[in-house]
């Protein structure tokens, strides 16, 4: 069945550092991933997408990369402060339904 | 700005009450969707409606329904509230493009059942 798997641990770092998040994937061709951030008690907000075809997206200080051999989604945010704190989640679109299938995310917890 | 609205963002009910959901786009988009959210499980689809009168199953429809009279309000309801479906309730929007379109979500509803 297609599953998408992400950190459930949380991930501390101190402020400055670079956080890295993964999210892996199984029995899922896709032509898109997304990533979305989601800060307590709200709804999650879209970041950064990236095609099959992209190997690396940035925006500012995040940088998203996507390697469909390995079915694999790393995001990164340098140079981390406190307010980048949050849950973080991936997201797949199912082919042909129109859907978003996301991960269960990561808790990112950046110290001063 | 897309906006996605809910109704409430905190309801309390008690076991046995119908419980009404409201979700409200601003942007003219064609899919919209309900999702409930726990800890550990992360977001569960739980009906999808990719236009005006349609709807199908997400991944747990047991126990709700829907209902997508016109285009931009997409409505969840609890025919019979149990304590089991204590949860955050997030309503999104998103256009008919496929994967490549960015899906926009509603603050949440928590909804404690009694």
């Known amino acids: 069945s297609q599953k998408i798997e992400q950190n459930s641990e949380a991930l501390n770092i101190q402020e400055g550092k670079t956080a890295t998040l993964t999210c892996n994937y199984t029995n899922y061709s896709p032509a898109y991933l997304q990533w979305y951030r989601q800060d307590p008690g709200r709804g999650p907000v879209f970041l950064l997408l990236i095609r099959e075809n992209e190997k690396e997206k940035r925006k500012e200080r995040l940088k998203v990369t996507f390697d469909t051999t390995l079915k694999q989604s790393l995001f990164h945010i340098t140079a981390s402060q406190p307010a980048d704190s949050a849950t973080y989640l991936c997201?797949?679109?199912?082919?042909?339904?129109?859907?978003?299938?996301f991960g269960t995310g990561t808790r990112l917890l950046v110290s001063p | 700005d897309v906006k996605v609205t809910q109704s409430s963002r905190y309801l309390v009910k008690r076991t046995g009450e119908k419980v009404f959901l409201e979700c409200v786009q601003d942007m003219d988009h064609e899919n919209m969707f309900w999702y409930r959210q726990d800890p550990g499980l992360g977001l569960r689809l739980i009906y999808f409606s990719y236009d005006v009168k349609m709807k199908e199953k997400g991944d747990i429809p047991e126990g709700y329904s829907v209902s997508r009279e016109k285009k931009e309000r997409f409505s969840l309801i609890l025919e019979s509230a149990s304590t089991n479906q204590t949860s955050m309730y997030l309503c999104a929007s998103r256009l008919a493009g496929g994967g490549q379109e960015t899906q926009y979500f509603g603050p949440g509803t928590r909804l404690l059942v009694l």
């Open positions: 997201a797949l679109d199912k082919t042909g339904f129109q859907k978003l299938v």
